[in-house]
């Protein structure tokens, strides 16, 4: 997932964030924003040495929501 993903998903994907990643709270979402940048820093904050897991998470997730919006699975 890269920024422009993120901010044209950012509604969804911030409540299935919480719901999967229970350590981000709603002041951290409201920090974040759309902003990618601020996003991959609260991954490192909040799970440090799970950041690879969580970004490819977010990779998945962005892929699914794609492929649910278009009726085509996406790589």
Request: glycine share 6%; aromatic share 14%.
């Amino acid at each position: 997932m890269n920024a422009d993903q993120l901010q044209w998903k950012w509604l969804q994907f911030k409540g299935d964030l919480q719901k999967q990643w229970s350590k981000f709270t709603d002041n951290d979402l409201q920090e974040i924003g759309e902003n990618y940048d601020k996003f991959v820093g609260k991954v490192q904050e909040r799970y440090g040495a799970k950041k690879r897991e969580l970004m490819k998470w977010a990779d998945q997730w962005y892929h699914k929501a794609l492929s649910d919006k278009t009726g085509k699975k996406t790589q």
